[in-house]
């Protein structure tokens, strides 16, 4: 549950959620403190003072910049876009039993997982968990919250114009041409963990696209 709270003079999209602690090494799951730092049980119904400010869902920065570089008959151009100042919430639906394997898993998910009382420093918690016991789950938290900062290379092209001394071999039909190719999303560096920083899943992300050009000018 992503729970939004409005107040006056603030700003509308501050992605609020409790303060989690980790995982217990004894019982597999994960604890919590209110901002006063008294510990808070799974089945508790948190109130409004349990909840703080984990950021902004809008980033608040965002922009392009580019690159031209040009070398005798040579041009590269590479655009980027950057997002900068946000937060999304992890989507923990991941593949943990048999009836869930139509499920994306992440790289490293089963070393990171509580399976047994003494299991340390891990970042899923058990899979077992009654319902009664759910209810904190529900709600955003300081752990299933990632800045989605990222970096995109959103183009990248490499164009060569043809001497017009090859064009003279064809009698001057053609006045200007180039040949060239472009590729557009290669590559995109974030720190948000497991998934797209922009779309929050791990499907439906933007794909790299290459395409093939030949440019004439009769």
């Known amino acids: 549950m992503i729970l939004f709270l409005f ?9 609020y959620g409790l303060t989690a602690t980790g995982i217990d090494a004894t019982t597999g799951l994960p604890t919590f403190v209110s901002p006063q730092g008294n510990p808070m ?3 508790d119904n948190p109130k409004r003072s349990d909840f703080v400010a984990l950021g902004f869902t809008t980033p608040p920065y965002t922009g392009t910049f580019g690159l031209t570089f040009e070398w005798k ?5 590479a ?8 937060v999304r919430r992890y989507n923990y639906k991941y593949a943990r039993m048999s009836d869930e394997a139509y499920r994306n898993a992440v790289a490293g998910m089963t070393e990171k997982t509580w399976w047994n009382k003494g299991d340390n420093d891990k970042v899923y918690h058990t899979r077992f968990v009654s319902s009664a016991s759910q209810t904190l789950l ?3 938290n300081s752990t299933n919250v990632g800045r989605s900062d990222y970096l995109r290379l959103s183009m990248l092209s490499l164009r060569y114009r043809i001497p017009r001394n090859l064009l003279q071999h064809i009698g001057y039909v053609v006045q200007y041409a180039y040949c060239g190719i472009q590729a557009s ?3 995109t ?6 998934s797209d920083p922009e779309s929050g899943r791990l499907s439906g992300t933007l794909q790299p696209v290459v395409a093939f050009n030949l440019n004439l000018t009769f």
């Open 79 to 86: 655009d980027f876009y950057y997002v900068s100042g946000g």
């Open 7 to 15: 107040e006056v003079g603030k700003p509308y999209d501050v992605l």
């Open 73 to 77: 008959s040579f041009t590269l151009d």
């Open 189 to 194: 560096l974030t720190s948000y963990a497991e």
């Open 185 to 187: 999303n290669l590559f």
């Open 41 to 43: 049980k799974l089945h």
């Open 138 to 140: 529900q709600y955003a």
